[in-house]
T-cell receptor, first 115, second 111 residues
Framework: DTGVSQNPRHKITKRGQNVTFRCDPI?????LYWYRQTLGQGPEFLTY????????KSRLLSDRFSAERPKGSFSTLEIQRTEQGDSAMYLC?????????????FGNGTRLTVT | EDKVVQSPLSLVVHEGDTVTLNCSYE??????LLWYKQEKKAPTFLFMLTSSGIEKKSGRLSSILDKKELFSILNITATQTGDSAVYLC???????????FGQGTRLTINP
């Protein structure tokens, strides 16, 4: 069981730079989610894919954020022109296709620090 | 707007104590309620509750859902230092297929 894998684990970048994170879901999980978590808060929903289709985006997601899942397997989350407020843990989760009641399984996250 | 509220936000107890964590919710299309434990990294799944009044149990942890009063509780008996973590409650919203999380309860178990 390889679990949900996220890379990199940590990213430090200067304000204004672009960053890209990668998520490899559990094999054959067709649902993939991105969440953002800041200190002392629960995860906030960012976006959701079913296979390669991006079915929902949070209104929290500004135009600087874009996510893709080109072949319905791994996904990338890109943040352009990073701001200090983007500093957070970015969590990816995947879920089984068999039932919409199957729980989400989370990766260990990518911790972004914008200086 | 869908909302999940947990209480207390923080709890410190001694090893061996029993704790009850609370979760209330207001969502438009409820499908199920989930509890996760988060230590330093990924939230790990504990329970999923879909029906009222049916207790789910795993070792010293148990949870129950009340869909009429829109809340759930998570009980931990005979707490151990390894139970120290943030416990997250989340509601799966139908249609949108997304989890809406509460702020979490930070539980600290002192030896």
């Amino acid at each position: 069981d390889t679990g949900v894998s996220q890379n990199p684990r940590h990213k430090i970048t200067k304000r204004g730079q672009n960053v890209t994170f990668r998520c490899d879901p559990i094999s054959e999980h067709n649902r993939l989610y991105w969440y953002r978590q800041t200190l002392g808060q629960g995860p906030e929903f960012l976006t959701y894919f079913q296979n390669e289709a991006q079915l929902e985006k949070s209104r929290l997601l500004s135009d600087r954020f874009s996510a893709e899942r080109p072949k319905g397997s791994f996904s990338t989350l890109e943040i352009q022109r990073t701001e200090q407020g983007d500093s957070a843990m970015y969590l990816c989760a995947s879920a089984d296709r068999s039932s919409y009641n199957s729980p989400l399984h989370f990766g260990n996250g990518t911790r972004l620090t914008v200086t | 707007e869908d909302k999940v509220v947990q209480s207390p936000l923080s709890l410190v107890v001694h090893e061996g104590d029993t704790v009850t964590l609370n979760c209330s919710y207001e969502v438009t299309n409820f499908r199920s309620l989930l509890w996760y434990k988060q230590e330093k990294k990924a939230p790990t799944f504990l329970f999923m509750l879909t029906s009222s009044g049916i207790e789910k149990k795993s070792g010293r942890l148990s949870s129950i859902l009340d869909k009429k009063e829109l809340f759930s509780i998570l009980n931990i008996t005979a707490t151990q230092t390894g139970d120290s973590a943030v416990y997250l409650c989340a509601v799966l919203v139908q249609g949108a297929q997304k989890l809406v999380f509460g702020q979490g309860t930070r539980l600290t178990i002192n030896p």
